[in-house]
């Protein structure tokens, strides 16, 4: 079993970057395929990045393609999502996710695991 633990959210004005990172603790990370997804206010939660097992794939939605980029660390247990030129529209809560089996792109089950969230807030 693995749990995971989010940080690196704020807040930035419309333009700006934010690092978010996520830990997870437990053995063999680079057994999970890992994803990161957001929910904004009175929306449901959506597929916004994924990354392979040994980071040789990554996935990403449409609305960050080109502005968000995920990667990771196996040595630190560790995945990153680098968010540049954010809009107002991506405020959410956003969530990495861990999954043996499949890669958590949002087309399959849902992940195995989730961590608690990091609050992203983009101001206009």
């Known amino acids: 079993q693995v749990q995971l633990g989010e940080s690196g959210g704020g807040l930035v004005q419309a333009g700006g970057s934010l690092r978010l990172s996520c830990v997870a603790s437990?053995?063999?990370?680079?057994?999970?395929?890992m994803g990161w997804f957001r929910q904004a206010p009175g929306k449901e939660r959506e597929f916004v990045a994924a990354?392979?097992?040994?980071?040789?794939?990554?996935q990403y939605s449409d609305s960050v393609k080109g502005r968000f980029a995920t990667s990771r660390d196996n040595d630190k247990n560790t995945v990153f999502l680098q968010m540049n030129s954010l809009k107002p529209e991506d405020t959410a809560v956003y969530y990495c996710?861990?999954?043996?089996?499949?890669?958590?792109?949002?087309?399959?089950?849902?992940?195995?695991?989730w961590g608690q969230g990091t609050q992203v807030t983009v101001s206009s």
């Open positions: 437990g053995p063999n990370f680079n057994t999970y395929a």
């Open positions: 990354i392979s097992r040994s980071a040789d794939m990554t």
């Open positions: 996710a861990a999954d043996r089996r499949y890669l958590p792109n949002g087309l399959g089950p849902q992940p195995e695991y």
